[in-house]
């Protein structure tokens, strides 16, 4: 028999107007399509990953981007029900981090006849499920109180300060209806001309220590620090970043080195308030096509930490750490939070690698970055 799925869509991710042929494709690839739900119907309900389940279906089908697969794995996250991803939006970083092709015809043969591969998301608290559209008009805080003992799970990111003002511009449906392609150019566009900077503190949990050598061979993950060890950050910073996925920026696919899906770790990186001339040189600095190494120290530079030994990027104004969790507060809480692009939660905030993995189908000739 067929596998039965649900597709979930969402008609302002990038190539929505590809939904038609996308389910055919499905069809073709032997798999029933039991029903295509738009995202919005399931803001503010319960997780309906096991009432899916019940139903007899086999995977739960994000059609869009990666808000929209975000917006998905808050429903299956505990239920263990697989997803599909037919990639449908922007830039599909969270599609193209497990190798599943942008061609639809492709990803629907993945979803058909891949294999299944447990990967790590993180979890946030407090945040909300519904979805957020934002506005370039407003200055302030816009979500009303986010209930405390709320919580969201997240694939690729979450984010505090300018990307939230992106995140605002880009998923404001007008814009998007104005801008059609060029809303992510715009959006950061009108982002640079208005930088706010905050003062903000992280405290770590978990922390990974790269700068010990004396492990095994072959040991799994780096020694942590024990839960008893209190580490601060605290700076006056443009943006923090807490990041699972390690690809960005669509087709180009940045990459942070030494990322991955699997190592039970999140990458939390922070860029202190700077000039724009060295900001756009240490972003380019740190970010590479993916499978690169780190960017080499210049001629007579010594690797410096400007905040501790767990310190990965040594470059001036980022800090680049990986930790279990982190604790983020600012000077100006409440302060809006972005998840997989889409502003769903506030400051001060608690993040950590969910206990349960997700299960996602991959193409069978992949493994994940």
Known sequence: MPQ???????????????LPEALKHLEQAGLEVVDSISIAKLDNLPAQGTPWKERGVAVAIAAGGDGLVGG??????????????????????IARALHIPQDIHEAAQVIAQGKEQEVDIGVAQPAEQASHSGTSSQSGPVLARV???????????????????????????AT????????????????????????????FEGLAMPEATDSPQGAASPPLTTPETHTLLRCRALQVAVINTPIFGGQREFAIAGSSFEDRLLDIVVLEHMDMGALGKNIARFFGPKGHAQAPLAQGETRTYTHHPAELS??????????????????????????????????PMYVHVADKRLRVRIPDQAGTV
């Open 4 to 18: 039965r799925v649900i597709v979930i869509r969402s008609p302002h991710s990038g190539r929505s107007s590809k």
């Open 72 to 93: 998905v794995i808050m429903h299956i996250a505990e239920s263990g029900l697989p997803l599909g991803i037919l990639p449908l939006g922007t830039s599909n970083d």
């Open 147 to 173: 209930d405390p003992q709320t919580q969201i799970f997240f694939a690729h990111a979450l984010t505090v300060g300018v990307n939230v003002q992106f995140a605002r511009i880009a998923t404001n449906v």
């Open 314 to 347: 040594g470059i001036p104004g980022m800090h680049h750490v990986q930790a279990r969790g982190v604790t983020i507060t600012t000077s100006a809480d409440p302060r809006e939070v972005t998840f997989d692009g889409e502003v769903r939660g506030q400051t």
């Open 176 to 203: 998007r209806k104005r801008f059609g392609r060029m809303t992510y150019p715009y959006a950061a566009v009108k982002t640079a001309a208005s930088r706010d900077a905050l003062d903000i503190q992280l405290e």
